[in-house]
């Protein structure tokens, strides 16, 4: 069956980046866009961006261009999402999906 | 962006009883292709989201069908026919005509 498994938590210092990731499997990786979505802690969710997994072609919130870069290794089936300059205002789970179904989120803790 | 209002924000229910979300749009979510991309997850607590409907009405694979979903152009309705102790959660209403896609802000669901 279809599986998003994200990496695991992570506790970062304020101005650093994170890479974070999430591995398909159960269908075919280039036939569903993956989608991006933040989660800031006990409030609504926001949509970060898209990646095509086949061709690579993104689109971001505006809100995120500068904060998000989208990528994926076709050939291990995982999509990436690299946060930069990291602020306390990141603190939030981030999940990755391909709508129909959702990863088990990953939180973020940016904190000196 | 836009908006997507979700009404009521809280919602308390006994179990059989049926319920009904609102979820209304700062625009029409008909797109050029003639489908209206307007979906509607849940999350239940500690979870990640999942999806419930798509395209305003067709049940994804797996839900039950006491949930349905009505609407069109800007003024969508999720349904509950039959609460159970399982659908206890926030539910969130998601369009994805226009980009940057978003969400509502979430409608709690109680069980007395």
């Known amino acids: 069956q279809v599986n998003l498994l994200q990496s695991g938590a992570a506790l970062v210092k304020p101005g650093a980046s994170v890479k974070l990731s999430c591995k398909a499997s159960?269908?075919?990786?280039?036939?569903?866009?993956i989608h991006w979505v933040k989660q800031s802690h006990g409030k609504s969710l926001e949509w970060i961006g898209y990646?095509?997994?086949?061709?690579?072609?993104?689109n971001y919130n505006e809100k995120f261009k500068s904060k998000a870069t989208l990528t994926v290794d076709k050939s291990t089936n995982t999509a990436y999402m690299e946060l930069s300059r990291l602020t306390s205002e990141d603190s939030a789970t981030y999940y990755c999906?391909?709508?129909?179904?959702w990863g088990q989120g990953v939180m973020v803790t940016v904190s000196s | 962006d836009v908006v997507l209002t979700q009404t009521p924000p809280t919602l308390s229910a006994t179990i059989g009883q049926s319920v009904s979300i609102s979820c209304r749009s700062s625009?029409?979510?008909?797109?050029?292709?003639?489908?209206?991309?307007l979906n509607w997850l849940l999350q239940r607590p500690g979870q990640s989201p999942q999806l419930l409907i798509y395209?305003?009405?067709n049940l994804e694979s797996g839900v039950p069908n006491r949930f349905s979903g009505s609407g069109s152009e800007t003024d969508f309705t999720l349904k509950i026919s039959g609460v159970e102790a399982e659908d206890l959660g926030v539910y969130y209403c998601?369009?994805?005509?226009?980009?940057?896609?978003?969400f509502g802000s979430g409608t709690k669901l109680e069980i007395k």
């Open positions: 999906t391909i709508l129909g179904y």
């Open positions: 159960g269908y075919t990786f280039t036939d569903y866009y």
């Open positions: 990646i095509n997994p086949n061709s690579g072609y993104t």
């Open positions: 625009q029409s979510l008909l797109d050029s292709d003639g489908d209206t991309y």
């Open positions: 395209s305003v009405s």
């Open positions: 998601m369009q994805a005509t226009h980009a940057p896609f978003t």
